[in-house]
């Protein structure tokens, strides 16, 4: 005996899945290949963050047994500011890099909150969530650089995790080939002073003149 048609129906809507469960099921995949990617850069973040302090200690260590091999002041003040200067540019570098980890950190942390919530779907915690835009985050962030935003972290932690002792030690470091020619730096810094009086003097004698 034929089943009724109304059966019929039935069957098909509760074998073939809904268009409701077909576009979360697409979601939490769009979600899941986000939360790969994230997890990959912050890999990737932290093994640049130690490049960047292997090329640090590189430099600190060539560049002061150069100039501790100078007797000539200017050359060593060349090579030790000039050093200074690179091991600043590598420590806001890699501040640039604790920021973005940051980003993606919180970003990867509002996902699995996410995945929490999919597993749940009655629960009262339920709400909805954005689909997956940290590109747009991280265009918008470099955007307002120049101002603070809630989602950057705190300059005191972001100055920690960017490890500024290890930077502030090396600082040390590249500026110790200095300390040998300090008689000389007083010298100069005493010729400087009296350059600077010498260049001042004649203004306030010709203004003393002119009245």
Not at 28 to 36: G, H, I, Q, V
Not at 69 to 93: D, E, K
Not at 182 to 195: D, K, P
């Amino acid at each position: 005996m034929p089943s009724p048609p109304q059966d019929d129906h039935r069957a098909k809507s509760r074998s073939a899945p809904s268009a409701e469960d077909a576009g979360a099921e697409d979601l939490r995949k769009r979600l899941t290949d986000e939360y790969k990617i994230l997890q990959d850069k912050m890999d990737k973040i932290g093994g640049f963050r130690f490049t960047i302090k292997g090329w640090s200690v590189t430099a600190v260590i060539a560049a002061t047994a150069a100039a501790s091999t100078v007797r000539s002041l200017l050359t060593t003040a060349t090579i030790s500011f000039g050093l200074a200067a690179l091991l600043v540019f590598f420590f806001f570098f890699e501040m640039e890099q604790v920021r973005l980890s940051w980003l993606f950190g919180n970003r990867a942390r509002r996902l699995e909150d996410a995945f929490i919530r999919m597993d749940r779907p009655r629960s009262k915690l339920q709400r909805p969530f954005p689909v997956p835009y940290i590109a747009n985050e991280v265009v918008m962030a470099a955007r307002g650089a120049r101002r603070r935003t809630a989602a950057d972290p705190p300059r005191r932690i972001l100055w920690r995790n960017a490890d500024i002792y290890f930077y502030v030690v090396l600082l040390f470091l590249a500026l110790m080939p200095l300390a040998p020619h300090y008689a000389q730096i007083g010298e100069r810094m005493i010729q400087l002073s009296v350059a600077l009086r010498h260049a001042v003097r004649p203004d306030a004698s010709s203004g003393g003149a002119k009245k």
